[in-house]
């Protein structure tokens, strides 16, 4: 059951067989394989959603947009389609939609409560089985209509994945403007799709590195509004802002563990050393974790909370290494040409992502979790900072283009690389958990 703050809610599971359909005879369901190397899109039909304005053609649109940029789903163009769909709970025409080979077919409605409360319904349907795998319904207000249909999407890319969808979240991002020599720099939210921007501080400091908490809608970023680096604890909905602390010889910022109790980060202290540290959020205590005479930095936990992995150049220059998050048996796990920095550890727990230079080039890639089965998903003349979605399987990350930096996203495949729509320069991304 998903909540949407109190105002959208999943009222219930809409009957997954109807009487004219209790008879057909059983046939294999739709669904993708993700595990094969070579996944061809599904061709998915999706209608617009029956209703007395233009909100029906919008969520059914948000829909096809999600779906398409995944790469995993080939959403056939209205104008094939045969059948006109005007009664969304009535069993469809079958043979229409398998003439035009859809494989999935989408219908659903959207009406207005005498409340104003917006309701909205969709139904899912296997074409060739000629049967409906699922169907929900969701109440909003006005102002989150569009959670509605990126959560239409999830429940969809799940039923014909058997994975997570990534649709319903948010990414934290610097919106850099102005000249590139005096350029502006503030934090901003929006969701996954590039819609919704909003801006969380003025401008009139700089702000770096914003960070999601795994489990609530905080963040944690660096400010310089004092002229010292200082580390805040931002409440996104309230705007609630909480110093966690000074930190001048900070050389890279802080990252929540998996439960949201601690932050860990890289300090350089007196000794000149650039080592790692994990703060309790409570009593604001640091544990220092490495104690060696090199730069270790860009420190993430593992999803459960059990390791960490971070860069140090201790063998000439910078690898990546995991380690116990206690700071026990730091283990070099990278040995591939190049530099590495900035590894981020999957949801999943299964790969590590990374940001690697080599003879020129920036690149964007992933390993499993002991350095094997390294793989580069994107390359460019200057481009990093990965940031997983909360299902693993889609990293964003900035690139330079045209003066500065703008978003992309890319797969595990490395062949749907897709742009995010910014309307300034944007940099160093943060993908939020799903929404609750």
């Known amino acids: ?14 009957a997954t067989a109807m009487s004219g359909l209790a008879t057909l005879p059983a046939k294999a369901l739709v669904q993708l394989d993700l595990t094969q190397p070579n996944i ?47 009664n969304p709970d009535a069993t469809p025409r079958f043979e229409d939609w398998k003439v035009i080979n859809a494989q999935a077919l989408v219908t659903g409605s959207v009406g207005k409560e005498a409340d104003g409360r917006v309701r909205a319904q969709y139904r899912l349907w296997d ?42 979240t948010r990414v934290v991002f610097i919106d850099e403007s102005g000249a590139k020599n005096a350029r502006k720099k503030r934090l901003a939210i929006m969701d996954q799709d590039g819609a919704n921007v909003r801006y969380l501080s003025n401008g009139k400091s700089i702000v770096l ?3 999601f908490s795994p489990n609530r809608q ?19 909905e309230t705007g609630q802002r909480e110093l966690v602390g000074n930190f001048p010889g900070m050389t890279f910022a802080p990252r929540f563990s998996p439960d949201g109790q601690k932050v860990i980060m890289s ?42 992995v971070f860069t140090s150049d201790r063998g000439g220059r910078a690898q990546i290494y995991v380690m116990g998050a206690d700071g026990s048996g730091q283990t070099r796990i990278s040995f591939g ?8 550890w999957s949801p999943r727990g299964d790969l590590i992502a990374f940001t690697k230079q ?29 940031t997983w979605a909360p299902n693993g399987r889609v990293l964003m990350f900035f690139r330079d283009s045209n003066g500065g930096p703008k978003l992309v996203s890319v797969d595990l495949t490395g062949r749907n690389e897709q742009s995010i729509p910014t309307a300034n320069f944007a940099s160093d991304p943060a993908w939020s958990p799903l929404l609750e």
């Not at 000629?130 to 999407?153: K, W, Y």
């Not at 905080?218 to 931002?234: A, F, K």
């Not at 009593?283 to 999803?303: F, H």
């Open 1 to 14: 059951m998903k909540k949407l703050l109190t105002t959208l809610i999943l009222i219930g599971t809409i």
């Open 358 to 386: 080599t003879g020129g080039e920036f690149q964007i890639g992933v390993m499993r979790t002991d350095g094997s089965g390294e793989r580069i998903l994107s390359t460019g003349f200057q481009q990093e900072g990965p």
């Open 40 to 86: 061809e899109p599904l061709p998915i039909a999706i209608t617009d959603f029956q209703s007395g304005d233009a909100l029906g053609a919008e969520i059914s649109g948000i829909v096809i947009d999600d779906l398409k940029r995944s790469g995993l789903f080939a959403p056939i163009d209205k104008s094939a389609f045969i059948e006109k769909i005007s």
């Open 337 to 344: 040409d190049g530099v590495y920095s900035t590894p981020v």
């Open 218 to 236: 905080e963040i944690t970023y660096m400010s310089y509004e004092s002229g010292q680096p200082r580390v805040y604890l931002l409440q996104i």
């Open 209 to 211: 590195t914003p960070r």
């Open 127 to 168: 074409a060739f089985a000629g049967q409906q795998l699922s169907g929900e319904q969701f109440f909003a207000n006005d102002a989150n209509t569009r959670r509605v249909g990126h959560i239409i999407a999830d429940a969809i890319y799940e039923r014909l994945t058997g994975e997570k969808g990534y649709f319903d």
């Open 267 to 308: 300090l350089l202290r007196d000794d000149g050393n650039s080592n790692i540290f994990a703060m309790d959020l409570r009593s604001r205590s640091t544990t220092r974790l490495t104690n060696s005479t090199a730069i270790d930095t860009s420190p993430s936990y593992s999803p459960d909370g059990s390791k960490v």
